[in-house]
């Protein structure tokens, strides 16, 4: 990111200031971009409170296309736009934009900042890709679009956390300050623009409700009696409020979750239909299918359940099985290795890095548990296993239980027979002949003649 605003500017005649690596501070500190604020924090992303539940009916998903990159082109949000309070005085007042978090910028007809051009280019550039990889029939070069588009989003996505990092090469927190402050507004206004819409008053169905959003998208219940309903209200509400905001800030219509299964803030489960004719897949987020920091009953079990009341819609079956996986637990027919949890204890090193610490496993049965150590670096494959037989003795080194050593044994006195003497060697009776073209070679004691047995008379 740093080397496309050196290149921008270039090109537009700025000078890149340097920066010390721990941010500054500008006018609030020192020795920083202006705006960074130094080590300050600013609010991020607004998550809607969630109505808890389990939705039977479509539920309609609504997301803001690239919403970071979109907000800095819409409202010209750059390091050169950015005005302190005595140079937005000399501009006219129809010049000067005011962000929900209190920073002033220039508008775009007084100048185009650096960053918004980028973006710009950057957004073109993947919008290229995105349609050379629809009419590409090669598959390797399919995959080579896949990629380039994907970085180019990368990169553009970029932006935002490059101005916000404090660390980074030009950190300027008032930029990033006003393009969440930005996206809070523009989701809030969403659910208020949607809930006031959809009303049977307007002539609907049923009173909408917006039951999810978080940081970029919307998931609205239009009480909708099928999925291709909701899907057809869900583009007409994307096309309606994406009018309200200035361009290129566009909301779309992105798919319909039918169930639904909302638990808490950024966990929800649901059948994604993206056509009104067959559901495409399962999707979780954040729940123990996708969670590695749970043992494998606990995945298996939450797995079954979500198959059995999202695809099987059972879920009176999904209540029994709970209940027959939890008294099995408690009467101790779980397999062990169902029940181990694995960790990696680590800690930042003296350069910066990570240094991996021992591997460790809780197991148990019943509401019995117990710690087991390994030692050694958690990143080479190795796993620790459930072991037979009670839990190990606390160590020696626990304050609270210590074990008491016992004397060392006394030294062993020097004996002759303790030393180890060099065993005589057998020597080798049979000889190899010279090795031979054939195979295997021949030995002399081959050729010599067998003994006879005593007693027998030998052949005159």
């Not at 010049?95 to 900042?113: I, N, Q, T, W």
């Not at 408690?330 to 960790?343: A, Y």
């Not at 117990?370 to 190990?392: C, I, V």
């Not at 005589?424 to 009776?429: I, L, M, S, V």
């Amino acid at each position: 990111m740093f080397s496309q605003v050196l290149r921008k500017a270039r090109a537009r005649g700025f000078v890149v200031p340097t920066l010390k690596p721990n941010g500054g501070g500008g006018p609030n500190g020192g020795g920083g971009a202006p705006g960074s604020g130094g080590d300050t924090a600013y609010e991020g992303a607004t998550v809607l409170e969630p109505k808890i539940g389990f939705y039977k009916g479509p539920i309609a998903t609504l997301d803001f296309a690239s919403l970071y990159p979109s907000i800095m082109m819409a409202h010209n949000l750059c390091y050169t736009t950015l005005l302190t309070p005595e140079s937005a005085a000399r501009l006219p007042a129809d010049s000067v934009a005011r962000a929900p978090s209190g920073e002033l910028f220039a508008k775009r007809d007084v100048a185009r900042g650096l960053l918004p051009e980028i973006l710009e280019e950057l957004l073109a550039a993947r919008k290229r890709a995105k349609n050379d990889l629809k009419n590409e029939s090669d598959p390797a070069r399919r995959a080579v679009l896949d990629g380039r588009q994907l970085a180019l989003k990368v990169s553009a996505n970029s932006v935002y956390g490059f101005t916000g990092a404090t660390v980074g090469k030009m950190p300027c927190l008032a930029i990033s300050a006003a393009t969440t402050a930005y996206g809070r507004g523009m989701i809030e206004s969403t659910r208020g623009w949607v809930q006031e819409r959809y009303t049977v008053a307007n002539g609907y169905g049923a009173d909408a409700v917006v039951v999810y959003g978080d940081t970029d998208s919307v998931m609205v219940d239009f009480r909708a009696p099928t999925v291709a309903r909701a899907m057809e209200l869900g583009r007409e509400a994307a096309e309606l409020i994406s009018s309200r905001f200035p361009p290129p800030v566009r909301l779309e219509f992105e798919k319909v979750y039918c169930p639904y299964l909302l638990m808490n803030k950024k966990r929800y489960a649901g059948l994604l239909w993206t056509n009104p004719d067959k559901w495409d897949k399962m999707d979780s987020k954040g729940i123990e299918t996708v969670r590695r920091d749970n043992c494998g009953l606990v995945r298996s079990v939450v797995a079954t359940v979500l198959d059995m009341i999202l695809v099987r819609r059972d879920e009176q079956g999904a209540a029994a099985y709970v209940k027959g996986v939890i008294s099995d637990l408690l009467m101790g027919r779980v397999d062990m290795s169902l029940l181990v949890v694995t960790k990696v204890s680590g800690k930042g090193g003296t350069d910066g890095g990570r240094e991996e610490g021992p591997v460790f496993a809780l197991t148990g049965r019943g509401p019995f548990f117990s710690f087991f150590f390994y030692p050694g670096p958690g990143r080479d494959g190795r796993r620790p296993r459930p072991t037979k037989g009670p839990p190990p003795k606390p160590h020696a080194n626990n304050a609270d239980n210590p074990i008491p050593r016992a004397p060392p044994p006394p030294p062993t006195p020097p004996h002759a027979n303790n030393q180890r003497r060099p065993s005589p060697r057998r020597p080798r009776t049979t000889r190899c002949a010279p090795r031979t073209s054939s195979w295997p070679p021949r030995c002399a004691s081959a050729t010599r003649p067998r003994r006879r047995p005593s007693g027998t008379a030998s052949r005159t």
